[in-house]
């Protein structure tokens, strides 16, 4: 079997890791937690960063941090993973969707502002898959109308839009390191901004809104702290960053490359006039005409031992929240057709390059 992703842990992981247990240091208080939000903090060009437990955390803690609240409108993609729309449901504030760009699979930028209404109160920027969300344009409606912004850029370390950093934008950023991105800690987040009060907030946020008093609290947090232990593991991940960034960009290229004759599906672009793709997954699209859908064909590369996932379910036709009332008179064409006829083959740090052109052989077999 060729899985979707395999991780790739050859730095200085284990040296790290035994370094918490020679010094008696797993929890969070440990020294690499601090270390590992510096780093983070430095590489992204951020003032701040909190170390948390995931990416979904990371964007609980964001949303509340904003003191967005019950009533508030939030502007963001549908082509996204269920963490962003939860973390603003979970608080009562209600996600008004976009649809998407058929060719970069990032949120319409044009669609949000006829959608500002005076109860609007932030936009959550999601970069997908590799390309970014048009950031400016989005920065400049945030200034226009007094927005805030929310950056998911969990599947975007290392990547840059018009040369700056992801991560670095808007009021507010997250990062995951689930083992599929770019730097893992197994399980993991951070949450980065630039403002002491913020960063006061969010640290707060995280570790139970515990105030001066111990076991007094002025307001509900989380306990959504990173142990050192995935710190540990975190520092160590970020001294590879940079070949990571060239791997995942080589994994992209070097399948553009193999799949270019397939002429039944679409492959991601290569660039746009602000990035370059770096192909967190590498993205299938089945065209209009396709004799199969996603699902089938996928089925049968599971059969052929390789490894796939569907895209993102459109959060406006999530049973959980038409069942909640909202969405039910949304449709958002892209969304449901990248649902549809789109899917990611095998292309995480640790791939081979005799893996992808295994990979690519089959897919000449079920595609042609
Ligand atoms: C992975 C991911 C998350 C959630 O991160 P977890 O660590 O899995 O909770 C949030 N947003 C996006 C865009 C992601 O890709």
Known sequence: MIPVNTPLLNGNEKKYLNECIDTNWI???????????????????REYATACANG??????????????????????????????????????TPVLVDSHIDTFNMDVTQIEPLITAKTKAIMVVHIFGLTVDVDAILQLAKKHKLKVIEDAAQMLGQEYK?????????????????????????????????????ARTKSLRNLCFSEDRFVHEELGYNYRMTNM???????????????VKKKRWIGETYNNLLAD?????LPIACTDYCDNIYWVYTIMLKDNSQKTAKQVMNELSHYKIGTRPFFYPMHQQPVFNNMGLFSD????????LYKQGFYIPSGLGITL?????????????LS
């Open 27 to 45: 929890s969070s208080e440990g020294p690499f937690v601090k270390r590992f939000e510096d780093e983070l903090a430095d590489y992204v060009g």
């Open 56 to 93: 979904t955390a990371a964007l609980d803690i964001a949303v509340a941090a904003l003191e967005l609240q019950k009533g508030d409108e939030v502007i963001m993609p549908s082509f996204t993973i269920i963490s962003c729309a939860q973390a603003l449901v979970n608080r009562g504030v």
């Open 163 to 199: 040369g700056k950093k992801c991560g670095g934008f808007g009021d507010i950023s997250i990062f995951s390191f689930y083992p599929n991105k770019q730097i893992t800690t197994g399980e993991g987040g951070m949450v980065l901004c630039d403002s002491i009060a913020l960063d």
């Open 230 to 244: 995935q710190a540990a593991l975190g520092v160590a991940q970020l001294e590879n960053i940079t070949n990571v």
């Open 262 to 266: 397939i002429e039944s599906v679409v």
């Open 330 to 337: 949304v449709t958002l064409p892209n969304s449901e057709k």
């Open 354 to 366: 005799e893996q992808i052109h295994e990979v690519s052989d089959v897919l000449h077999k079920v």
